[in-house]
């Protein structure tokens, strides 16, 4: 019986590639030999690869972004991460896989394309026989973890001296700062799955920090959970002040580089005098993430930050200002001024008090202004989550985007009606905004309309300046530009969602309205990720 060989996208340093890729095998073709991630992800869509061998460089942030990007787009092929560290030697590690031979088969595959320059090693945690100095090294690794976790948590002048001695710790006596960098703000749902590739990449990211510290004063790099990054930053000695904050300044700054994938949340704490200190500095990190919502921009919170950026609030004029927003929206929807005075609103009123309360306060008011006018696809506006999590993941400059956006929307939608004198258009255009999920032709529109295709299309082409097919069609990829800019949901739901139940021919339709495929959209536009 014959198979059909599974198809691998690699992507590797050239003179590796061109060893992976000469093998031929019955079980395995290289389908794609990508040169970024990106076109590692790109091609994963188009092609429905079933494995992706690639390599892990520095800086590894890119890599973790590359699993972000896997886990929007809802895509779960076979992990091959393999990284040098020497001139001849590798480490790799695959996805769990509950076909044992076909993994057997795939790391043989990988280790015979290279056998003849380099020693590959799995990096996994097995029989006593695979290896034992990894699992010896894991132990090892997460016992200084624990220790410095304990730290944390608040403990004694002697358990600190206790740590430090039996785990070498490279941290002073006195003087210094907490970093925390939150690397995701969704779960790694396929953890079990790709556990060790996890932990490869996470131990790749402690060294780039480590490097950045040892190029100071020293430190610690650990994890606090899967996701949370912490750094204990010994306290840098300077003859002055200045160049004290400058060389503060100089190191985190080359820490939030190290540390910038896609959803990372940086903060610093102020500076921490003994380690009796450090427990309230942890705590005070945490009372930072609220902040996350209006400060999306910045690289990293401190408390020194929040003080200078916060402002008072005047609610005497916030209601003055929400008033002429009313009366504008009322009196003439198209009125120029009225965008400037949401903008207003949002980014120079509400963003700079850090206030929470006042947010919800002016979402609640304006959502009832939109509720007021009866369009179905504007009634959804004061049901958007504004959970803490969902405020977490998303900025005040994409909120206030939102509500311009369905202000155009609903400009322009009463503007079509006011212009049109074809009731036919009219009920084309109602039907199609109401059934654009659904599998819909012209020709089943015609004949809800109790109307012919022919005169449809005429009516329509001569009112709308546009066929009711092209309507449709751009109808239908402005609401998938919506769902990408605004919802968390992979590339196939959204072309489901709106009528593409093959998501090649979304992708073909969507390039060639936009220019550009719906991954390159959703990473250019979705601004969850930073």
């Known amino acids: 019986m014959c198979t059909v060989p599974l198809k691998i996208v690699l992507y590797t340093e050239k003179n590796i590639m061109e060893k992976v890729s000469d093998i031929t095998t019955n079980d395995f073709e290289i389908a794609y030999i990508a040169d970024s991630y990106q076109e590692c992800l790109d091609r994963i869509i188009e092609i429905q690869a079933d494995i992706v061998i690639f390599q892990l460089s520095s800086p590894i942030y890119q890599a973790q972004d590359f699993f972000v990007d896997l886990l929007k787009e809802n895509l779960s092929p076979i992990l091959l991460a393999f990284t040098l560290v020497s001139y001849t030697e590798i480490i790799y590690s695959i996805t769990t896989h509950e076909d044992t031979t076909l993994i057997t088969k795939l790391k043989n595959y990988f280790k015979d394309a290279l056998q003849d320059n380099y020693n590959c090693y799995f990096n996994s945690i097995g029989k006593v026989t695979d290896k034992n100095a990894i699992m010896n090294a894991r132990v090892n690794k997460l016992e200084k973890t624990e220790y410095l976790n304990d730290i944390l948590r608040g403990g004694t002048e002697e358990e600190f001296i206790y740590y430090k001695k039996k785990a070498s710790l490279n941290l002073q006596n006195s003087g210094y700062y907490l970093y925390l960098c939150n690397l995701m703000d969704i779960e790694y ?16 990211l402690i060294d780039e920090c480590q490097k950045v510290l040892d190029a100071y004063n020293g430190g610690e790099v650990f994890y606090i959970n899967p996701t949370l990054l912490c750094i204990i930053i010994n306290d840098i000695p300077s003859k002055s002040q200045a160049t004290y904050q400058r060389t503060l300044m100089k190191l985190t700054n080359k820490l939030n580089r190290v540390t910038q994938t ?4 940086r903060y610093r704490s102020s500076y921490i005098k003994s380690v009796n200190d450090i427990r309230a500095a942890y705590e005070s990190l945490y009372y930072l993430k609220a902040y996350n919502f209006f400060c999306h921009e910045t690289e990293l919170l401190t408390i020194e930050y929040i003080k200078m950026v916060k402002k008072d609030v005047d609610f005497n004029h916030i209601d003055s200002h929400l008033q002429e927003v009313k009366e504008r929206f009322n009196r003439n929807i198209a009125d120029p001024q009225l965008i400037k005075l949401i903008q207003r609103l949002f980014l120079d009123i509400i963003k700079p008090s850090l206030n929470y309360d006042l947010y919800y306060y002016c979402y609640t008011f304006l959502s009832a202004i939109l509720d007021k006018f009866q369009v179905i696809q504007f009634k959804k506006m004061s049901n958007i989550d504004n959970s803490s999590r969902e405020l977490f993941t998303t900025s005040i400059e994409q909120k206030c985007e939102k509500f311009i956006e369905q202000i155009k929307s609903l400009k322009n939608d009463i503007s079509h009606r006011h212009l049109m004198k074809s009731p036919i258009v009219l009920q084309a255009i109602d039907f199609i905004h109401g059934h654009y999920s659904d599998t819909i032709t012209i020709t089943i529109i015609a004949e809800k309309l109790n109307v012919s295709h022919s005169y449809l299309s005429q009516v329509f082409t001569k009112e709308m300046g546009i ?30 969602e709106v009528g593409y139940f093959d998501p090649k021919q979304f992708s073909k339709t969507f390039k060639k309205v936009t220019g550009i495929t719906p991954t390159q959209y959703k990473k250019n536009n979705f601004k969850v990720i930073r």
Not at 262 to 265: G, L, W
């Open 189 to 204: 749902v396929d953890h079990d799955l790709n556990k060790n590739i996890y932990y490869l990449v996470g131990e790749l």
């Open 262 to 265: 896609k959803t990372a949340r």
């Open 467 to 496: 066929s009711p097919q092209k309507y449709l069609i751009t109808h239908r990829i402005q609401k998938s530009k919506e769902l990408m800019m605004t919802s968390n949901m992979n590339i196939y739901s959204i072309a489901s």
